[in-house]
């Protein structure tokens, strides 16, 4: 993928999730329900530390990492 100049590579995604994966889509509340969970929970491509250690809501990201901007957290 390119842009702006530079170049990354995406893995790891999940590309076009239905709204039902999500608690509340229609009014931005984006965190998954428990069948979108299930299709993304240690789903993720494996970061060096200190690259995304922490989801968007400051919970630690630890062992397998979940896709996505929110790690669930038990």
């Known amino acids: 993928m390119q842009r702006d100049g530079a170049q990354a590579e995406c893995a790891g ?4 999730a ?7 889509a229609a009014n931005g509340d984006l965190h998954l329900d428990a069948v979108g969970a299930a299709a993304v ?31 669930v957290v038990p």
């Open 41 to 71: 929970i240690d789903a993720g491509v494996a970061l060096d530390t200190g690259l995304c250690d922490e989801d968007i809501d400051g919970d630690a990201r630890t062992g397998s990492r979940d896709v996505g901007a929110d790690e």
């Open 18 to 24: 239905p709204s039902s994966y999500f608690v509340d």
């Open 13 to 16: 995604n999940v590309e076009n």
